[in-house]
Nanobody
Framework: QAQLEESGGGSAQAGGSLRLSCAAS??????MAWFRQAAGKEREGVAC???????LYVDSVKGRFTISRDSAKNTLYLQMNSLKPEDTAQYYC??????????????????WGQGTQVTVSS
């Protein structure tokens, strides 16, 4: 059964960096995404990557975050630089096995990881 497992979360100072990883097992996924959910807020899309490795970003992270993947390792990454306190949230990896394009809409994705916490202090 396909599974996604995130790692790399933790604490950072504002202006610092973290890199999240999402290891996929049991299946290859064509489109993948990172979502986040802050306390008391709805889950929001952060970045996604489609079957041609074209990335999309939410405006609030453009220029600071980079989504990428290593197909040989079946692993998705999110490099987060210039972190801000408002980036504090539980971050989730999501994947769709068949989609050509990617969307930052939670209902588009059939597989989800368990999440990893990112906390940024000022």
């Amino acid at each position: 059964q396909a599974q996604l497992e995130e790692s790399g979360g933790g604490s950072a100072q504002a202006g610092g960096s973290l890199r999240l990883s999402c290891a996929a097992s049991g299946s290859a996924f064509r489109s993948m995404a990172w979502f986040r959910q802050a306390a008391g807020k709805e889950r929001e899309g952060v970045a996604c990557i489609d079957s041609l490795d074209r990335p999309l970003y939410v405006d609030s992270v453009k220029g600071r975050f980079t989504i990428s993947r290593d197909s040989a390792k079946n692993t998705l990454y999110l490099q987060m630089n210039s972190l801000k306190p408002e980036d504090t949230a539980q971050y989730y990896c999501a994947a769709d096995p068949s989609g050509i394009f990617c969307y930052m809409i939670p209902s588009y994705y059939s597989k989800w990881g368990q999440g990893t916490q990112v906390t940024v202090s000022s």
